[in-house]
């Protein structure tokens, strides 16, 4: 069992960056972890996921070469670096873990509350 908290989220312009973090309690290591994202109206979506010891990311083509994950399982923490950032990044980003290597939303069984991240234009 794992509890997220995320943290990170603000205002920033485009072409700005942000780093988010999500703090975890429990058995982190154990678990594959992700950041996803939910814009106003849309669905969440899977922005990228890291494997239990980081041999494997993936990432969403919309931020592919922007966006960078990561995690440090000494510290029980997951991050999301992120570059060059567009309005069409502006959404609630949430940390996620899942105890299968899964792109799919339902595999992840425990989140986080969400950060807000809004780019102004």
């Known amino acids: 069992q794992v509890q997220l908290t995320e943290s990170g989220g603000g205002l920033v312009q485009a072409g700005g960056s942000l780093r988010l973090s999500c703090a975890a309690s429990?058995?982190?290591?154990?678990?594959?972890m992700a950041w996803f994202r939910q814009a106003p109206g849309k669905e969440r979506a899977l922005v990228a996921s890291?494997?239990?010891?980081?041999?494997?990311?993936y990432y969403a083509d919309a931020v592919k070469g922007r966006f960078t994950i990561s995690r440090d399982n000494a510290k029980n923490t997951l991050y999301l670096e992120m570059h060059n950032l567009e309005p069409e990044d502006t959404a609630v980003y949430y940390c996620?873990?899942?105890?299968?290597?899964?792109?799919?939303?339902?595999?992840?069984?425990?989140w986080g509350q969400g950060t807000q991240v809004t780019v102004s234009s």
């Open positions: 890291v494997s239990w010891s980081s041999t494997k990311t």
């Open positions: 429990g058995d982190f290591g154990t678990f594959v």
């Open positions: 996620a873990a899942s105890t299968s290597l899964s792109t799919r939303i339902r595999d992840y069984a425990t």
